[in-house]
């Protein structure tokens, strides 16, 4: 039963952190050692389904979209074979997340990294201290499904 | 004891289920998960909001923001501004930078896949300025970056750094051989 009240009180606290004008006091957290690997992803167009299912948004069909998208400062993820996605802050000593040429290089390509994970309001972050590996790209899923989207290739005979 | 710290708690939630497409003008997507949301935030350099690891000026354009939400304390990823043109919002959240604002676009939502708080940022504005700001301020930085890249058609048809990336390792990023057979295929 103590148990109990004390869980009801933390979430009463809790929630009472949360009510109008009282924003809960985040500070930065530890985050968690991890290894992961993946592919780096544009994660607007995996998220918003804006150009169809998320198998046709990944991999070489989509591998020009991904860059428009990374130079275009769409947060970059890295996805994980389980389907879970952790937006890229940094990689390295490149803090930079908005169109990072690092980021650009790597579009598409599947990797393990280093890194320390954080998780804030269902979103997962990772901070990459080290990309361990990098295959390239290992989806090549363009021979099954063109290129996504369709007019990623201009039609050289135009 | 029990009975009351129930009652207190579910009367304290209202955040959590607050709805905040009212009063919302975001322009429909159609995608398949949108929900307008128009809501008042702080604007925040995320890695310096979960790491610690703070710049000035939210990194100067160089990170990605969030919007802190007012009412519940979330922390909201915008992965989009308003363009459709493969732009994200950074640019035009930066100038916002530790401001209190007040957003309008879509939120994407999806229970069954666990998506939640990531956002298409469509206007913003300070709270209490009468004037809202469209987020299509991507190009005409891209523009100012890139004045030789001067042309005809689409940014991403022109980027520098995109066109390069293309000559090297093709369409496909598989190298050019592969990307010759594969477009004589596919354009015969």
Redesign the interface.
Same mark, same amino acid.
């Given at each position: 039963?103590t148990g109990?009240?004390n869980t009801?009180?933390g979430?009463?606290m809790a929630?009472?952190? !949360?009510?109008?004008?009282m924003?809960?006091a +985040? *500070? *930065? $957290?530890d985050?968690e050692k991890i290894t992961v690997s993946g592919e780096f992803i544009?994660?607007?167009c995996y998220?918003?389904?804006?150009m169809g299912s998320q198998d046709a948004v990944v991999g070489?069909?989509h591998?020009? %979209?991904a860059?428009? %998208?990374s130079? #275009?400062?769409?947060?970059v993820g890295i996805l994980t074979e389980d389907g879970t996605v952790y937006?890229v802050?940094?990689v390295g000593e490149d803090?930079?997340?908005? #169109?990072?040429?690092n980021l /650009?290089?790597m579009?598409?390509d599947t990797v393990t990294a280093d890194g320390?994970f +954080?998780a804030?309001?269902?979103?997962n972050?990772i901070?990459v201290s080290k990309i361990v590996q990098n295959d390239?790209?290992t989806r /090549?899923n363009?021979e099954d499904l063109? !290129?996504v989207p369709d007019f *990623?290739? $201009?039609?050289?005979?135009k | 004891m029990i009975r009351t710290l129930v009652a207190l708690a579910l009367m304290s939630l209202p955040a959590a289920a607050q709805d905040f497409s009212a009063n919302s003008e975001a322009k429909s997507w159609n995608l398949y998960a949108e929900q307008p949301a128009r809501f008042e935030a702080k604007v925040i350099d995320t890695l310096c909001d979960l790491t610690g690891e703070c710049a000035a000026d939210c990194g100067g354009g160089a990170h990605q923001l969030g919007l802190l939400r007012k009412a519940d304390g979330v922390l909201v990823l915008p992965l989009k501004n308003g363009q459709p043109v493969f732009s994200g919002a950074a640019n035009d959240l930066q100038p916002f930078c530790g401001k209190e604002v007040e957003v309008d676009g879509l939120m994407l939502v999806d229970a069954d896949v666990g998506l939640n708080h990531v956002y298409q940022l469509q206007k913003i504005r300070v709270v209490g300025d009468a004037d809202w700001t469209k987020a299509n301020q991507w190009t005409k930085d891209w523009a100012a970056k890139n004045p030789d890249a001067a042309g005809d058609g689409p940014w991403f048809r022109r980027d520098p750094r995109i066109n390069a990336m293309i000559v090297e390792k093709g369409y496909l990023g598989l190298g050019l051989d592969v990307d010759a057979a594969f477009i004589k295929e596919l354009f015969p």
């Open positions: 039963m109990l009240r009801l009180m979430f009463f929630a009472l952190s !949360v009510g109008e004008g924003l809960p +985040y *500070a *930065a $957290q985050g544009d994660t607007w998220f918003s389904g804006v070489s069909a591998h020009t %979209c860059m428009w %998208c130079a #275009g400062g769409i947060p937006m802050l940094k803090a930079t997340s908005n #169109g990072s040429d /650009l290089s579009a598409s320390t +954080y804030r309001d269902g979103i972050y901070v390239g790209i /090549l363009h063109g !290129v *990623a290739i $201009q039609n050289p005979n | -």
